[in-house]
């Protein structure tokens, strides 16, 4: 069974510029969770879709981040314009459903950003 | 809100010695606790989970942790480290909501083995 997929693996863009980055889950997941982990910080929760539904969006930093799931498959992640404090490492994440052992995240093996 | 911490930023251990690593949580019920693991140039990879029950888990890799309600900690645990279990090491503490999971991850230990 393939595992979450991410791509790219590492990206450097200059600042203004746009990245979209692509998740794409195990087959059969309805969860599907960004978290960003920035330099020398936690990994921090962005948000969470279940199916093409925004689930939860409270840990997007600001409208310059907009994330999609067409169809409840993939997932992208736009940044746009992107800043220098948008470095660091995307982590994408699924899980099947939300309580007991369907809970557990399965996390994707990120995306590195660099912002120059 | 709920917040994770582990207090060990880096912790150095020789091959063979054991291993604990530290993990307070703040949490207002009982939570769902992980133990994830970064090796270099990987993903995160979950080591172990506890929803409920004994409070004594065991995951992969040989690692153990304990929940410790009491004292708000889920600290892990190794019996004898190989050098391959140099890595990061994250804790995190999920929500029981009726729907939104998010995870909540302290900061990592990064733990090094000297031969």
């Known amino acids: 069974e393939a595992g979450v997929t991410q791509f790219p693996s590492h990206s450097v863009i200059e600042k203004g510029q746009t990245v979209t980055l692509r998740c794409d889950p195990i087959?059969?997941?309805?969860?599907l969770y960004w978290y960003r982990r920035v330099m020398g910080k936690e990994i921090k929760f962005l948000l969470h879709f279940v199916k093409e539904s925004k689930q939860d969006e409270s840990g997007m930093p600001n409208n310059r981040f907009l994330a999609e799931r067409t169809g409840g498959t993939y997932s992208t992640l736009k940044v746009q314009p992107a800043e220098l404090e948008d470095s660091g490492v995307y982590f994408c994440?699924?899980?099947?459903?939300?309580?007991?052992?369907?809970?557990?995240?399965?996390f994707g093996p990120g995306t590195r950003l660099t912002v120059t | 809100a709920q917040s994770v911490t582990q207090p060990d930023i880096h912790i150095t251990v020789s091959e063979g010695a054991s291993l604990e690593l530290r993990c307070n949580y703040s949490y207002g019920a009982t939570p769902y606790l992980f133990w994830y693991v970064q090796s270099p140039g990987q993903g995160l990879q979950l080591l172990l989970k506890?929803?409920?029950?004994?409070?004594l888990v065991q995951g992969i890799k040989g690692f153990e942790a304990e929940f410790k309600r009491s004292q708000s900690s889920f600290n892990l645990r190794k019996p004898s480290v190989h050098w391959s279990d140099a890595a990061e090491y994250f804790c995190?503490?999920?929500?029981?909501?009726?729907?939104?999971?998010?995870?909540?991850f302290g900061g990592g230990t990064r733990v090094l083995v000297k031969p």
């Open positions: 506890y929803f409920s029950g004994d409070t």
């Open positions: 087959s059969g997941h309805d969860n």
């Open positions: 994440a699924s899980s099947l459903g939300y309580t007991g052992t369907s809970y557990e995240q399965y």
């Open positions: 995190a503490v999920g929500a029981i909501k009726a729907a939104g999971n998010k995870l909540t």
